[in-house]
């Protein structure tokens, strides 16, 4: 798993100018860019690596500021995601069985808006020697699926807010939460039998007893 930076499957789209001018001019313009890598600073939100047309590469833009129309509104950065990076330990990879899925993401006003898949941002916790003091690997952990949205922007949620579709396999579609709760539950097998073990490649085992 990468540390602070990772590779994305890079995608053209727009950065709002704004972005370019510490927010002082631009306002209303975009410029074209290729989007190709991530990074991932804990308590931060996945900022992307835009390479732009006229020759410059700029780091850490957050994902409200990019849109795929140029007419695109700009949406405020809380609809755009609804967690920070859980760690700097990231993974980027498109899940094979969602690839280009359209879904209904659900903002923290309730509403449902559009939009089509286009990979996923996970984190974890790799450095055992060090103390993790973050969220990365409890049972409440949450991965941000990335979309590219009808109206124009990019929105990255978690699968508790988004509602998927495919015609080929959906059947009784949800509109709301059936009463599903989070598995607070850390499954392993490693203490959880008491024997002895051996060097031998086909093995014996010997129960023993705590006792």
């Not at 540390?3 to 950065?15: A, D, E, R, V």
């Not at 898949?117 to 450095?127: A, G, I, K, P």
């Not at 807010?161 to 499954?187: F, M, Q, S, V």
């Amino acid at each position: 798993m990468s540390y602070l930076n990772h590779n994305l499957p890079t995608f053209t789209c727009y950065i709002r100018n704004e972005f370019l001018y510490n927010h002082k001019e631009g306002h209303g313009d975009v410029t074209l860019c290729d989007v190709h890598s991530v990074a991932s600073l804990e308590k931060r939100v996945p900022l992307f690596e835009v390479f732009l047309e006229n020759g410059v590469n700029w780091t850490r833009r957050p994902i409200h500021a990019l849109c795929w129309k140029p007419d695109a509104p700009k949406p405020e950065l809380n609809e755009c995601m609804w967690w920070d990076c859980f760690s700097p330990y990231i993974d980027v990879q498109v899940r094979s069985r969602l690839s280009n899925l359209r879904a209904q993401l659900i903002n923290f006003k309730g509403e449902k808006k559009g939009g089509i898949y286009m990979f996923t941002l996970d984190w974890s916790w790799e450095s055992k020697s060090t103390l993790n003091t973050n969220f990365s690997e409890t049972p409440e952990h949450k991965c941000a699926h990335f979309f590219r949205m009808d109206d124009g922007n990019f929105y990255a949620y978690p699968n508790n807010r988004i509602i998927w579709y495919d015609d080929a396999w959906l059947k009784n579609r949800i509109e709301k939460n059936p009463g599903y709760e989070i598995d607070l539950t850390e499954y392993s097998v490693e203490n959880s039998r008491m024997i002895e073990t051996s060097d031998h490649f086909l093995y014996e085992t010997t129960t023993t007893s705590d006792q």
